[in-house]
């Protein structure tokens, strides 16, 4: 039983929407990369971004940002998840296909799949139409069917494997556009999904134009860094970059980014 005099659910104050990132931050972030765009989060205090375990499908890896729409599964179950409902008119028993027909340039898929990759959170032909909407990506910490298929796809698809049993054995679309959590990772709608050759990263909206500045000027330093490491300098004094380091970089960079001589590297 509620608690006396508790408030009814839909008079509770709501949570704000997240602000809109708009596409010129999101393809500054697309251009970072997650090791420094993790390594800005953990300063501003979040510890684990990445979404743990996806692997992308795609044979050809492609660097995105875009902006989270959510979709959240929960168990199927045997008087609802019926082959024969599916229809090709929205209804509340296929929730998947109008999270689809939603989907608007810029937004990337995030689906909350409880981590079980035993049916497929979807295939070919639903991706393929969020490809056409202007979607920037999909993911799920389920599977895909069509595995063929979409690894030939020029579009981000990130996973945990491929299956061909259909979704409708284990899960059920329960809601669009909550908050979810997607391979032990909180997701909000709007927040800004990152990949690139190695990660999938969640960043908090708000923070988002923050974190293209400070990745921008991050992985440019590491740039040069690691030139420096690659013509025989010690780590020691080198990096993490000082302030002496970081006046260096700001000198060569004044310089035009001259070739970097090679050194003694037992000096």
Known sequence: MPPKNAPP???????????????????????????SLTTQLYIKGFRQPVLHGLQPLNQKIKSFAGRAYTMRFIPAREDVDVYGNLTTAPSIDNLQWVGVEQIEPGHVLVIDSNKDGRAASMGN??????MMRGAR?????????????LAGMDFPIWCTGVTATTRLAYHHVADLQVPIGCAGVAVYPGDVIHGDGDNITV???????????????????????????????????????????????????????PPIAPVDPDR
């Open 125 to 130: 032909m639903l991706i393929t139409r969020m």
């Open 137 to 149: 990506g999909v993911v799920t910490d389920g599977s895909f069917r069509d595995g063929v298929e």
């Open 203 to 257: 960043v908090p909206a708000h923070l988002a134009e923050e974190m293209a500045d400070l990745c921008e000027k991050r992985d440019d330093i590491e740039a040069y860094l690691a030139l420096r490491v690659r013509a025989g300098e010690a780590l020691w004094g080198l990096y993490p970059p000082s302030e002496a380091t970081r006046a260096q970089h700001a000198q060569w960079v004044a310089d035009g980014r």
């Open 9 to 35: 659910l839909k008079t509770l104050p709501q949570r704000p929407p997240a602000p809109h990132v708009p596409d010129s931050v999101l393809d500054r972030l697309a251009q970072a990369t997650s090791g």
